[in-house]
Structures are given as structure tokens and as C-alpha cells.
């Protein structure tokens, strides 16, 4: 491992294209990412899902991708963008009257909510998110729209004013192919979702505890002012029963297939994989079978860790050359972000060291650039150390 030739030189840039640059790390595997010559993940292994993306979305590296770009229906996965306005937007203590419009049909999924009832909009979103509830995503969607049109809007049109609240929100997060029609993920013509843009959406709601740990939840019961022992709700999400993974959502339509979005560790690195539209198969009894999802889930997260090295470039020796030369410039990686090289090309690993103007001390200094090849793999933020 060494770096390419030109490296080692400090390059200074204007604080506009430095900012730029620092938006461009957050997340450099989103659509709105700078155009580079960048590491094409491999396809997954075979699967019957239509679109698949795995990312480190710590480190900002591509992991796996089958029609990373494609449009598709992604039935409640849509939740995660609804989760989002709702954060922003909701005061969590506030109680929310059910009424019957929030009310689904019995094939929908559902907490059961009864009209008359009053919940918080704190435990209204644990029921949009472990059981995949579109009655309370709906009383949340309608109170947010509501509040934003002000008055006593009629509720439908209080959820249209919700949805366009979730469309400027997936744009806001680069999520450029993806429009939403309604707030649960029923399917509707021109509701779609890419598998980058969920993955997208999925680290930023990530970022925020309250969502964190309500997709990590397995089982609550939510508070009610009618039901003395409340409304029971368990997760939806199999690999998270069974300890597989930490988050995140389900989403299951005819048009959708099975739909599936999960986070993992390694190290202290995030990884978030995405499927959309696997296989739907029946049952003996006539009953709908979607855990395909979750065996090929089982099946990337197994080729993450068989397909990966993980490296940690912060510690010595473990990029020729690296250390040294920060230490020259006196800048330093952070501790603990690994590094996933493609286990069968580790050796071609090389960096770039791009710096801008000296900062004060912990300040963003420029970035680690990383290569497999000529084919930039990772970047990584340089902290000024003197």
C-alpha cells in the first residue's frame, strides 16, 4: 500500500469549495455526490430482489450494488421519510386524538388505534415504526399537516400538505429518486424509492437517537386514555427479533414485493443494506410468505464480512506512509472509522492527501482520499493536530 505520486503536497482551497468538499464526505455515496472516477461495488450475490445497496455509511464506501438508481415501489420503507418530517416537526408530548380517518382496512398493517383514543405523538411514531402502523402514521401525518396549513383543514388534504413536506425533505437529503404520493407506502402510481436514495434517508434518520432506538426496539406497549393495558406492538423485522441486526424497517406491498432495510456494526462502523422487491412466495394455507428478504439480507451480511478487510488507517503501519505524512502536515485521521477494502484487491490500497489552508487545532484540515487502483473507494476527514 503507498500513496499515488503527487501526494504529499499540501493544496490550499478557497473556504467555499472547502465546505463543499466537508458535504461532499458526509455522505459520498449519495445521488448528489461530486462526479469521480469512483470503486463500482460489486453485484451482490444472486438474489431475487430487483435493487440492492449496501454502504459503510460511516466511512462513505459502496459496498454492493444491483440497480443502486432504479425507481421502485418501496412500500413501508416510504416510513423512514415520514419519521424524518415528523422529528422535525412534531412535539412528542403532545396527545393527538385518533379519529376515523386514521382508521385503515383490516389488510393494512396497523396498531388497531380506536377513534376517541388520544396518544402521544411519541408513541404514535413507535407504532408507525415497530409494527409498521399506517393508522398511527396517518393521525401523525394529519397533525403535522394540519398544524403546517393551519386551521381545521379537512384531513385528507392535511396529509397531501404532509406529503409535500416529505418530498422537500427527501430532496433536501439528495434523494433525487424518490417521490411520494402518501405517507405509509400503499402503493400509488409515482410512489417510488431508489435503493441508494433509502439508504440515504436511512443514515440520516439514523443520526437522530429517538429513531435509532425505536428501530432497535423489538416490542413496546404504547399508552392509551381508553385501553387500560394499552396497544402491544412487536417489530416486524426478523433479523432484529433475532439479533442479527440493530434497525431498521420492513415494507411489504403486491407491488413492492418484499422490501427491507437494516443496519449493522462492524467495529464502530454503521453499515446500511438495502432490497427492494424480493421474491413473495405462499404458503400451504394461501397465506403470503415475504421472509425471502430476510435470507438474502442474512446472505449480504454475510458477504460484507467474507468480501471485506477492515482496516483502521488511524493506526500505524497500517497504510504504508500514512501516518508519517500526516504527522509531516500535522493532521490526524479520527480513531475507530474503519476502513473496508475489498479483501481481494487490499493490496492495491493507496491514498491521496488533499489539504486545505492550516485550521485551529481539531478543526477539519482536508481529507484522506483512498483508492483502489485509480478508483476512489473512501474519503476521510483530516483534523488539524497543531
Known amino acids: 500500500m503507498s500513496s499515488l505520486v503527487e501526494f504529499g503536497h499540501r493544496v490550499g482551497m478557497p473556504f467555499a469549495l472547502a ?69 422535525e416537526r412534531a412535539n412528542l408530548d403532545a396527545m393527538i386524538e385518533i379519529i376515523p380517518e386514521d382508521l385503515v382496512s383490516p389488510e393494512e398493517s396497523q396498531v388497531g388505534l380506536e377513534a376517541g383514543d388520544r396518544l402521544s405523538a411519541r408513541d404514535l411514531l413507535y407504532g408507525a415504526l415497530i409494527p409498521s402502523g399506517n393508522d398511527a402514521t396517518r393521525a401523525l401525518a394529519r397533525q403535522i399537516g394540519s398544524e403546517a396549513l393551519g386551521g ?159 482496516l483502521d488507517p488511524a493506526q500505524p503501519g497500517v497504510v504504508a506512509g500514512l501516518q508519517e505524512e500526516l504527522r509531516v502536515w500535522q493532521v490526524a485521521l479520527a480513531d475507530g472509522v474503519l476502513l473496508p477494502a475489498p479483501a481481494s484487491a487490499a493490496a492495491r490500497l493507496r491514498y491521496r492527501l488533499v489539504l486545505q489552508p492550516p485550521a485551529p487545532a481539531e478543526e477539519p484540515a482536508g481529507v484522506v482520499q483512498f483508492f483502489i487502483d485509480d478508483r476512489l473507494l473512501s474519503e476521510q476527514t483530516a483534523f488539524q493536530t497543531g
Not at 458535504?23 to 440492492?52: G, H
Not at 450494488?65 to 415528523?86: E, G, Q, Y
Request: charged share 15%.
Open 19 to 87: 465546505v463543499m468538499l466537508a458535504l461532499t464526505l458526509a455522505r459520498p455515496w449519495t445521488a448528489d455526490a461530486a462526479e469521480l472516477n469512483r470503486y463500482e461495488p460489486p453485484a451482490p450475490p444472486p438474489l431475487s430482489a430487483d435493487a440492492v445497496f449496501v454502504a459503510d455509511v460511516t466511512s462513505g464506501a459502496e459496498l454492493f450494488a444491483l440497480n443502486p438508481d432504479t425507481p421502485l415501489p418501496p412500500a413501508s420503507l416510504t416510513k423512514i421519510v415520514s419519521a424524518l418530517v415528523i422529528l
Open 152 to 310: 381545521s383543514p379537512d384531513p385528507e388534504r392535511a396529509i397531501a400538505e404532509f406529503v409535500a413536506l416529505m418530498n422537500e425533505k427527501a430532496q433536501q437529503l439528495g434523494a433525487a429518486d424518490s417521490q411520494f404520493a402518501n405517507p405509509t407506502g400503499i402503493d400509488a402510481e409515482g410512489h417510488v424509492m431508489s435503493a441508494r436514495d433509502v439508504a440515504a434517508v436511512t443514515a440520516a434518520a439514523l443520526d437522530d437517537p429517538l429513531f435509532a432506538e425505536i428501530v432497535a426496539t423489538p416490542s413496546a406497549v404504547l399508552d392509551s386514555e381508553i385501553r387500560p393495558d394499552g396497544y402491544p406492538v412487536e417489530t416486524t423485522n426478523l433479523l432484529l427479533r433475532e439479533g442479527v441486526v440493530n434497525g431498521v424497517k420492513t415494507g411489504t406491498t403486491p407491488a413492492a414485493g418484499g422490501c427491507l432495510v437494516t443496519s449493522f456494526a462492524v467495529g464502530g462502523n454503521t453499515i446500511v443494506a438495502v432490497v427492494l422487491g424480493s421474491d413473495i412466495t405462499e404458503t400451504a394455507e394461501g397465506a403470503q410468505d415475504s421472509t425471502i428478504r430476510f435470507a438474502e439480507t442474512r446472505g449480504l451480511l454475510s458477504a460484507v464480512n467474507s468480501s471485506y478487510t477492515w
